[in-house]
């Protein structure tokens, strides 16, 4: 029971709305390049990111399952799945388009549509393996780390470490609570990664 307890509340604090937010923290109060950003800067990127990656998700999906309520209408777990990652998808794009026009925000830029990408990924293949949210969303921040970590960013290897650690904690986590077989944590870590890799790259 306590390991039940335990696993829960790991998963929650690995949720994928609040992957995006440690990834900016990292980069903002790591010693990187980053982290010689004025302190409002850091405030209004951290806002930013809250803002699009967990608040306006969370009260939409709340909002929409409220309105489907009063009309008697229930999602069943598939659909609220399916409406979820719309939901995330389109505010994921919003924040990009919010970083598009400040050319020193390109590699946040990147780490939003990074997130995008995944969230799309996870849309499409739907219809065929129910992937896991959570290790493609942790799968994402690895890829990130490990590009930052190659171009020169060393500052960010423990944090690199730490994504990898979690990712095994959080593997472990989600099939003790029977939430995900291990092909679906498998195939959402290494497709997270890949596409990190191919948004950092060539996005």
């Known amino acids: 029971m306590i390991l039940r307890k335990i696993a829960k509340i790991y998963s929650f604090v690995l949720h994928p709305f609040l992957i995006p937010i440690y990834v900016m923290a990292a980069l ?27 608040i306006l998700p969370v009260l939409t999906i709340a909002l929409v399952k409220r309105i489907s309520r009063l ?29 598009m026009d400040v050319p020193s925000l390109l590699i946040f830029r990147k780490m939003i549509v990074a997130a995008l990408m995944c969230e799309l990924f996870c849309l499409v293949t739907i219809p065929f393996v129910r992937i896991s949210l959570h290790l493609t ?7 990130i780390f490990s590009m930052l970590n190659i171009v020169g960013e060393t500052a960010l290897f423990w944090v690199l470490l730490g994504a990898i650690l979690s990712a095994g904690l ?12 291990p092909r679906h944590l498998l195939i ?12 950092m790259l060539f996005i």
Request: aromatic share 20%; net charge positive; charged share 10%.
């Open 71 to 99: 009309y008697f209408r229930h999602f069943t777990r598939k659909q609220f799945y399916v409406m979820s990652i719309m939901i995330c998808s389109i505010c994921y794009l919003l924040c990009a388009i919010t970083f």
């Open 28 to 54: 903002l109060f790591c010693p990187t390049v980053y982290s010689y950003y004025p302190i409002k800067g850091k405030l209004y990127l951290m806002w930013i990111v809250t803002l699009f990656s967990l």
């Open 188 to 199: 959402g870590f290494v497709a997270g990664i890949v596409i990190a890799f191919m948004t």
């Open 137 to 143: 969303a942790l799968g994402t921040a690895i890829g």
């Open 170 to 181: 959080l593997s472990s986590a989600r099939l003790y609570m029977g939430r995900n077989r």
